[in-house]
């Protein structure tokens, strides 16, 4: 698993609150991105971030914001959450497998807005 | 624009039987290609990796094979086992650090 660890694993939250999803990983990987996945659509990016204080934006960056203050921790902010925001979000980072670079995946976060 | 597109988007198949899903892609420059593993409820895991000049990866009972002049891949699973039901995602990398991925391919496998 890459040391990738998602908390909280599961959320239910209301309309207009904020809510934020941590990634945390272990093994000092430089490149780290926040994916949403919903049925029909797969996975998709959000955000990604390609070392301390460097961030850029994904495909669906629109109502997200993301940090990222030290190696191990990435921080998905959903500023005002919305019932579209409702999804599994996944945290994955860039290794290597052998001589060739990979994404691995966090376990995942499920949101409910209601 | 990249693009990464799966078929069949469901598969229902016996236990012990064999199955082939499909991978088309347009992402250029190509690096490579995987193929992961999504169980229910969990993040998607790597089961092959491959390059331009491979054409053929084996991990157990999944064969990955990868025709680059097409741009096609496909994954075979051979002898099918009730847990191999899960979702399969085909993703391309460009070289850069944002691949292109599929929508998957979700496959029942039934006693």
């Known amino acids: 698993d890459a040391g990738i660890t998602q908390s909280p694993r599961h959320k239910v939250t209301e309309t207009g609150t904020p809510v934020t999803l941590r990634c945390h990983q272990t093994?000092?990987?430089?490149?780290m991105y926040w994916y949403r996945q919903d049925p029909g659509h797969g996975l998709r990016l959000i955000h990604y971030s390609y070392g301390v204080k460097d961030t850029d934006k994904g495909e669906v960056s629109d109502g997200y914001s993301v940090s990222r203050s030290k190696t191990e921790d990435f921080l998905l902010t959903l500023e005002s959450a919305t019932s579209s925001q409702t999804s599994v979000y996944f945290c994955?980072?860039?290794?290597?497998?052998?001589?060739?670079?990979?994404?691995?995946f966090g376990p995942g976060t499920r949101l409910l807005v209601l | 624009k990249n693009q990464v597109e799966q078929s069949p988007q469901s598969l229902i198949i016996l236990e012990g039987k064999n199955c082939t899903l499909q991978?088309?892609?347009?992402?250029?420059?190509?690096?490579?290609l995987r193929w992961y593993k999504q169980d229910t409820g969990r993040g998607p895991v790597s089961l092959t990796i491959?390059?331009?000049?491979?054409n053929t990866k084996s991990n157990g009972r999944y064969t990955a094979t990868l025709d680059a002049d097409t741009k096609q891949s496909s994954l075979h699973i051979t002898a099918s086992q009730l847990s191999d039901s899960a979702s399969y995602i085909c993703v391309v990398s460009e070289g850069s650090y944002i691949p292109t991925f599929g929508r998957g391919t979700s496959l029942i496998v039934h006693p």
């Open positions: 491959m390059t331009f000049s491979e």
């Open positions: 093994e000092n990987h430089r490149y």
């Open positions: 991978c088309n892609y347009t992402v250029s420059p190509f690096s490579n």
């Open positions: 994955a980072i860039r290794g290597t497998s052998g001589d060739l670079e990979t994404q691995y």
